[in-house]
């Protein structure tokens, strides 16, 4: 419940502050706020498209995992 009344007030917050950037915002949002046991994403090309699926209806949060897949990838260019 928690978590849904915080993405609420980021959607109200981004509708309101007319002067606020989407990528100051997001960089807040990953690097100074305190890591917590839920979390929720939208993918957003701007700030009126992050509103909106702020908005619309989230899917079930995710408890985050302190274990993390680590995938290496290469571009096949014999560069490795």
């Not at 990528?23 to 994403?41: E, K, S």
Request: glycine share 6%.
């Amino acid at each position: 419940e928690a978590l849904g009344i915080a993405v609420q007030n980021l959607a109200a917050a981004l509708e309101a502050d007319t002067g606020l950037v989407l990528a100051d915002v997001t960089n807040t949002l990953q690097n100074g706020r305190q890591q917590h046991a839920f979390r929720f994403a939208v993918a957003a090309k701007s700030k009126s498209s992050a509103i909106a699926a702020l908005q619309s209806k989230p899917s079930a949060p995710r408890r985050a995992s302190d274990t993390v897949p680590v995938c290496f990838m290469f571009p096949g260019q014999g560069a490795q």
